[in-house]
């Protein structure tokens, strides 16, 4: 059974900065894509950024680019978004989710297993 835990949500003041983490489980977290999306109230899921299995290819949604950082820990199960400038539009709740293949995907469809969410708020 494969398992996402997300932590490290928070609340946060706009210029400031977080670091989530996902811990996976019961999948071959090396050989996987994974990627970070969002859903802000009242939305769907946004792209966030994605990585994909040895960390050679990356991908940002253009509103974080030059302030996000994906990156993962294969030794250790682990994708990490690194958040900088954090604005009052980024506030959603964040997901981490697993593809099926090894490459990294901006495509909703792509993703197999989702964790349960991490809530970021950003105030002004």
């Known amino acids: 059974q494969v398992q996402l835990v997300e932590s490290g949500g928070r609340l946060v003041q706009a210029g400031g900065s977080a670091r989530l983490s996902c811990w996976a489980s019961?999948?071959?977290?090396?050989?996987?894509?994974m990627g970070w999306f969002r859903q802000k109230s009242g939305a769907g899921y946004e792209f966030v950024a994605a990585?994909?299995?040895?960390?050679?290819?990356?991908y940002y949604d253009d509103s974080v680019k030059g302030r996000f950082n994906i990156s993962r820990d294969n030794a250790k199960n682990t994708v990490f978004l690194l958040m900088n400038n954090l604005k009052p539009e980024d506030t959603a709740v964040y997901y981490c989710?697993?593809?099926?293949?090894?490459?990294?995907?901006?495509?909703?469809?792509?993703?197999?297993?989702w964790g349960q969410g991490t809530q970021v708020t950003v105030s002004s």
């Open positions: 019961g999948l071959t977290f090396s050989r996987v894509g």
């Open positions: 990585i994909n299995w040895n960390s050679a290819v990356k």
């Open positions: 989710a697993a593809a099926e293949g090894g490459g990294a995907s901006q495509r909703f469809d792509d993703y197999v297993n």
